[in-house]
């Protein structure tokens, strides 16, 4: 691709993959090699169309990236296609990133994707967007994949993250704040879960001292609140399935003063969760000297013994009442997460998670319930979608009049369904 020197890099900043762009802007913008590219950041397709336009009639090198998660990659494709088709023979490099995009590659490439990215994104981009700088093929890019006479070539691997501090967790400079990414990849290797399929299976932390260093640029843009990315609250500073409480109590005691008097610390909330087996008396009254949420999300998943211990989970179903039991004497309202139709489960596997479901809500939890989807780049990719039965949505629907249950169960039923309708040209072989 020919370049002048001018780069603009547009990015369809729409959810979800707008959390992913957040931070990889962030990762652009603080390579001082890379402040002359113009970062776009369209919320619609078409100010995104009329953004790619317009960028490339100014003689720039255009990149369109799109992000996003599997439940959401027909969604993408379409936009994709409707792009492409009203570019009006205007040069655009239109590349894809994100979980599914890794996990299911060729996949993302068929639906017109020139590269996709695999793996993780900040190196990678960064190198990208320096090739497109000097005029180099982009298709050098370490980590990248393409179609090549109709098969799928891919450039090596990218470079990981091993430090996350090296990064920042989203783009001051662009006026894109987010959620605080304290800990990437996950030890507990879920067999549901993509992350720690794409993340790896280890923890990756950053810093105290990054963490209050980015929630000060937080504070001073003039935001209030704190959130934070992470696969399990409470497993911050540790290298295993042991809670290190100093390390947590270190970080929150940091936060409190990087946010100020006025600040507000979300923790062992959305967007993340807390492992039933990681509360305990002495982990919820370190959070309540230092958090503002009054509430906590605790993944439960199943109320089957056998399912908990086929999905690899790690805890039982006594560690997730336990819990909720402690949280409610905490004054902290628990969210239990479950998920519905996980592959092996028979109908007494169900009535145990309806149980416990009850069970919980009558301790003063809220149930937050989901379908199961057979997510790309997990030991349960090739599993059947999720499904909920009559008799089973009865029982929720009535839990949910109650105010005790909510989530997007039945939408995810559907989602789940279309997962499966998408892989199977793949299953039948590669061309």
Not at 79 to 85: K, M, Q, S
Not at 186 to 201: E, S, V
Not at 356 to 363: A, G, R, V
């Amino acid at each position: 691709m020919d370049s002048n020197g001018k780069v603009a890099l547009v990015l369809s900043y729409q959810y979800p993959g707008k959390y992913a762009f957040t931070v990889l802007a962030g990762a652009v913008e603080s390579d001082a090699g890379l402040a002359d590219v113009a970062l776009h950041f369209p919320r619609e397709r078409e100010t995104l169309l009329a953004t790619l336009r317009q960028c490339a009639d100014e003689g720039c090198t255009v990149v369109a990236a799109w992000s996003f998660y599997s439940a959401s990659f027909g969604a993408a494709a379409e936009e994709l296609a409707w792009v492409r088709e009203r570019l009006e023979g205007r040069r655009v490099l239109c590349i894809a990133g994100g979980v599914h995009a890794t996990a299911e590659t060729e996949q993302t490439l068929r639906a017109g994707f020139d590269l996709v990215a695999v793996g993780e994104g900040e190196h990678l981009l960064r190198e990208l967007l320096h090739r497109l700088k000097r005029g180099e093929d982009p298709k050098a890019t370490r980590g990248m994949a393409r179609l090549e006479g109709g098969r799928m070539v891919v450039n090596g691997r990218g470079e990981g993250v091993v430090d996350l501090d090296a990064f920042p967790p989203f783009a001051a400079g662009n006026g894109k704040f987010g959620a605080i990414e304290i800990t990437r990849g996950c030890i507990y290797a879920c067999r549901f879960c993509q992350t720690p399929f794409l993340n790896k299976a280890r923890f990756r932390h950053r810093s105290v001292r990054n963490v209050a260093e980015w929630a000060r640029v937080l504070r001073n843009s003039g935001r209030r609140d704190v959130r934070f990315i992470t696969p399990t609250s409470l497993s911050y500073g540790s290298g295993d399935e042991a809670v290190n409480l100093a390390a947590v109590e270190e970080l929150l005691a940091a936060l409190r003063e990087a946010m100020g008097p006025d600040g507000r610390i979300f923790f062992g909330t959305f967007p993340s969760e807390v492992r039933p087996e990681h509360v305990t008396p002495e982990s919820l009254a370190l959070l309540e000297r230092y958090v503002d949420n009054d509430n906590i999300i605790i993944g439960g998943q199943s109320g089957s013994e056998r399912i908990l211990r086929s999905s690899h989970r790690g805890h039982d179903t006594e560690a997730v009442v336990r819990a909720v039991r402690l949280s409610v004497e905490a004054g902290f309202l628990p969210n239990v997460d479950f998920i519905l139709g996980l592959p092996g489960e028979e109908r007494e596997d169900i009535d145990a998670t309806l149980r416990l479901m009850e069970q919980l809500s009558d301790l003063g939890a809220r149930v937050h319930g989901h379908t199961f989807m057979p997510l790309p780049g997990t030991p349960y990719r090739d599993a059947a979608a999720g499904r909920v039965d009559e008799e089973t949505q009865r029982r929720l629907e009535r839990l949910a009049s109650q105010g005790r249950l909510y989530g997007h169960w039945k939408q995810q039923a559907s989602l789940a369904e279309q997962i499966v309708q998408r892989r199977q040209p793949r299953a039948r072989g590669r061309a």
